[in-house]
């Protein structure tokens, strides 16, 4: 199994309250499956898919990454995990794509010559090949979004995180992260978990959907299945 999250809980201490934002999760994922995490503002979504990431660490419970424990490894240490988590915070702007690149390719402990490669093919995928010696900041925020999904790839992990990939950018970026996602799942056997709102996305990309509320996974099964009783506009009505 790629991922196991074994009742994982996490609180926070904000002044003199404790805000339980993860309450108890239980989740799996294979390789070539991607599943989307729905859920309102504020559900968990995004402290789950951070402690899976290894950015912050659960209070309670267990996560494995090809059957082995990755609690407390720090997110450095883990070289099956590829994450793009708070917008393209995973870039140096002043860098040039090739930069970012060879920086977290040499963090991931990849030889040069084989982020270059890597690299130069991920940005082809999206038809970025121009871009490579642009400075991040120089393009246009559909594109660093694309970039910053290179650079999280650029050492071939098995997992892919990502925190709502494709929100505010114009349709066609979102339209090209999406179809790469899915070559990445069907034809590479990564798996990918994703957030999103856009119900559009879900239904497109995900196999599956684990629906989060109050900290809690409160429905979970094939995408098909779990959406049919949700309204199929741009944002999810949650009634219940
Ligand atoms: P959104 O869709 O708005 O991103 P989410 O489902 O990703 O929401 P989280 O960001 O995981 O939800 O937040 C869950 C709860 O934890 C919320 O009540 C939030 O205010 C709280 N929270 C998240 N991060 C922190 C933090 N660093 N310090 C204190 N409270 C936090």
């Not at 070539?32 to 209070?59: C, E, Q, S």
């Not at 970025?128 to 991040?136: G, I, Q």
């Not at 925190?163 to 999406?178: C, F, H, K, V």
Request: proline share 2%; aromatic share 6%.
């Amino acid at each position: 199994m790629l991922l196991e999250v074994e009742k994982i809980k996490k609180s926070y201490k904000v002044k003199n309250n404790i805000v339980e934002a993860v309450k108890s999760i239980d989740f799996r994922l294979e390789s070539r499956n991607i599943t989307a995490f729905l859920g309102p503002n504020g559900a968990g979504k995004t402290t789950t898919i951070k402690m899976i990431a290894g950015l912050i660490h659960p209070d309670y419970g267990d996560i494995r990454i090809n059957g082995k424990s990755v609690i407390n490894k720090g997110r450095f240490a883990l070289k099956d995990i590829g994450a793009v988590l708070e917008g393209s915070r995973n870039l140096y702007w002043r860098l040039t794509p090739l930069e970012n690149f060879e920086y977290w390719g040499g963090i991931k402990g990849v030889s040069r010559l084989k982020t270059l490669q890597r690299g130069k093919e991920l940005m082809s995928a999206f038809g970025l090949e121009s871009k490579l010696n642009s400075t991040v900041q120089q393009l246009s925020r559909g594109m660093q979004q694309q970039v910053a999904i290179c650079t999280a790839l650029i050492h071939s992990p098995s997992l892919l995180l990502l925190d709502e990939p494709t929100l505010g950018l114009d349709l066609e970026a979102s339209d090209r992260i999406q179809s790469l996602l899915e070559v990445l799942a069907k034809e590479q056997e990564v798996g990918i978990l994703l957030t999103t709102h856009q119900m559009d996305v879900a239904e497109r990309l995900s196999d599956s959907v684990a629906i989060i509320n109050n900290g809690q996974i409160i429905k979970q099964g094939f995408t098909k299945n779990v959406l049919k009783q949700f309204s199929s506009g741009e944002t999810y009505i949650f009634e219940y």
